[in-house]
């Protein structure tokens, strides 16, 4: 299985993804997460600090994850998504470790991942891959839980 760079073809398939897995599996968390980055990957996601990760089966996008500088030590992965049809597969695990070498790379020395409750099968294999949480705060309803991972 191959993760690439994002590339600005990418874009209406990568929003697209996104914005049905949030619609459909995370109704209640939208206002959590602002959507904003999603409209410019190639903005928020670009420069040498930064990254943006696809995977691609039969020309359709199926999982994306992101690196965005929060520190000059620190990354947050971001907007780690998988298609429902490609889960429990390695895809989640491909684009994550891909996401932690971008970030070894660039020296960061923690790498951080925030989740509600309702994204239980991430939270898992975020442990699965070394990740410690570090807090778990009430929100509006739900729990955010931080996650970091020492580099």
């Known amino acids: 299985m191959e993760v690439r760079k994002y590339r600005p073809e990418d874009s209406v398939d990568v929003k697209k993804l996104i914005l049905s897995i949030l619609e459909k599996e995370y109704p209640f968390d939208q206002f959590a997460y602002k959507d904003t980055d999603i409209n410019d990957i190639s903005g928020t996601y670009g420069g040498d600090s930064n990254a943006f990760f696809v995977i691609e089966r039969e020309n359709k996008i199926v999982g994306t994850v992101g690196v965005k500088k929060e520190t000059e030590h620190s990354a947050l992965i971001r ?25 070894r790379s660039q020296k960061y020395k923690e790498v951080i991942f925030r989740a509600t409750d309702r994204m239980s099968q991430v939270m898992s294999l975020c442990k699965k891959m070394g990740f410690e949480e570090l807090e778990n705060l009430e929100m509006g309803g739900f729990r955010i839980h931080k996650f970091t991972l020492k580099l």
Not at 79 to 103: H, M, N, P, Q, W
Request: with cysteine.
């Open 79 to 103: 907007r780690l998504f998988v298609d429902s049809d490609y889960r429990k597969k390695g895809f989640g695990t491909a684009l994550l470790k891909e996401a932690i070498e971008f970030c």
